[in-house]
């Protein structure tokens, strides 16, 4: 099992040196107020035998008169009393600017940690997403990233002030009434361990499982949103829902289970106290002796700020262990994200400024590539030259949207070398190179929740001109431009307000706002009539010095293409 030095360490390394210096200025904070705490309840005393035989002589209240140069005009009652109250409302005061700095760190590195593995995974590598179930990313962005800055790092924050507390508490009592002290808050400190070690295994345990269950639960509710329609043909409604409900109420009992223990101590510590004190007066005999009493007044103020200290350390100690898992999650993560995307940012920047404006040619030479332990490709060769037309054909599985992965440099090859205009690329990250040249129509994409017109340019400049003549080119304007419609209509569930060819005309029309010089069609006219996909392919091959990678399965006129090819055994065919 991890040691918890390695868990600290590990949660501060995921910190940036900007929330490390937030952090370490609250835990300051939360010891400058533990200290002004101690004074408040070590001037209990002085403050009780004051009021109770009307003292003159007191130790606390000569040095306070030294130190502030008060007169004699003050008695000694209002000193203390004085004092007390201000050390009282200053420790509250850092307290609450403590809470503030709590509450303020706490959803920064929320924030942080989570826009940190939203641009990881957006600007990393597509073979590492490829391989990675969608569903365990959003489980990590959306769970294990509140559990890391909630659950993680405040409860440890947390334990550490309270430790401070209890310690300057402990000394103190110590220091007036150590034999009664000593028993009586070794007894709460023993049973909160000996509590601990008794479920610290079911902690653990829960841990892990709530860890996974939310990955289950993120996991199915993302399968029924993306066969929605299936579920309803095939009537598996019961089933999905009988999955959904006994996930939750697997983690509802996890999360009882946790708050439930972290809680219930309490209240069989107060009976506790009560016995403690009632105890303490039977021995007391004397009830007329004012020092004892004065004594009696601190150390119930001192039990009164004890019990919810140590119920305190208890209840985020519970809650640290049932969700540090988060750390492991997060850290894999972060660590082995970071190296790829600091790797790709580098060779990035070394080539943004390369000499691939205009391609005259791209080449592969000897691609291999396995995926899943199955070899898709073995030493296959290609060369499309500038303007020509490709058409890959074959079955659904053979490998047609890999080997256009493997172009664009989506996906690295296991071994060969992809070539620009001659040039040998790194292939990780061609699509640097060439990602401002390329556009694709794919069979099926989601639009985003706006106008017709943002989905057409995507954050481009807008040109009226260019616009509407790729209105003209995809028939977007068969729909748009007439009396019910228009390019500001808004887009509503993904496209759920449009038909499918009524989407794909838009996809079509979004490659060509971008003037590209590559081309890719995955399947990406799937959706239209042939009269229309016929007029519409007619516009694009009229684009001059295009190249056009076509991908099918099914029928499409070979001479109309320059190149046909298929992929079977793993090899390029040239049809």
Known sequence: MENEKSIIKKIFLILTKKEKNYYYLYLLFLLIASIFQI??????????????????????????????????EYNNFEIILVFTTITIILSNIIFLL???????????????VRE????????????????????????????????????????????????????????????????????????????????????????TANNKAFTE???????????????????????????FLSQIINTVKAIQKIKFF?????????????????????????????????????????????????????????????????HKNSVNEIYSKLTSIQENYTDSENIFKNYQNGNFQNIKSIKLKNISFNYDKKE????????????????????????????????????KPDSGSVFINDTKINEKNLLNEIKNLVAIIPQSASLLEDT?????????????????????????????NSKNNSPNDQIHGSGLNLSGGQLQRILIARALYKEPRILIIDEGFNQLDNATEEKILKNILSIKDLIIIVVYHNFMKKEILDKVYSIKNSKLLKI
């Open 452 to 480: 017709i017109l943002n989905n057409i340019i995507l954050g481009d400049k807008f040109d009226k001109e260019k616009f509407n003549d790729v209105l003209k080119k995809s028939h977007v304007d068969d729909f748009v």
């Open 258 to 322: 946790s708050v439930f223990i972290a809680v219930s101590p309490r209240f069989f510590l107060e009976i506790l106290i009560f016995l403690i004190i009632f105890f303490y007066f039977i021995t007391i005999g004397d009830f007329s002796n004012n020092q004892q009493l004065s004594l009696l007044a601190m150390l119930g103020y001192s039990f009164f700020k004890i019990l919810p200290t140590l119920q305190g350390i208890f209840t985020q100690t519970v809650v640290y262990n049932s």
């Open 98 to 112: 403590s809470a503030y700095l709590s509450t303020k760190i706490n959803f920064r590195v929320e924030q942080n």
């Open 213 to 239: 269950k939310n990955k289950n639960l993120i996991k199915t509710t993302s399968d029924i949103f993306k066969s929605f329609r299936e579920i309803k043909i095939y009537g598996l409604e019961s089933k």
């Open 39 to 72: 004074l408040g309840i070590g001037s209990i005393i002085p403050l009780t035998s004051i009021f109770l035989n009307n003292e003159t002589d007191s130790q606390l209240v000569q040095h306070l008169r030294d130190i502030f140069n008060l007169s004699n």
């Open 116 to 203: 940190r593995l939203f641009k990881y995974y957006i600007k990393g590598n597509f073979s590492d997403f490829f391989k990675t179930d969608t569903s365990l990313l959003m489980n990590l962005i959306i769970t294990e990233t509140q559990r890391f800055s909630g659950q993680v790092l405040m409860p440890l924050a947390d334990i550490i002030s309270r430790l401070v507390v209890l310690l300057f508490m402990i000394v103190l009592l110590l220091f007036l009434v150590p034999f009664k002290a000593l028993i009586s808050i070794g007894a709460l400190i023993l049973f909160y361990i000996f509590l601990f070690n008794i479920i610290k295994g079911k902690i």
């Open 376 to 411: 898709i490709f073995k030493n296959i060769d290609l060369e499309i030259n500038k303007g020509e037309k490709i058409g890959l054909v074959g079955p659904t599985g053979t490998g047609k949207s890999t080997l256009i992965n493997i172009i664009l440099g989506i996906l």
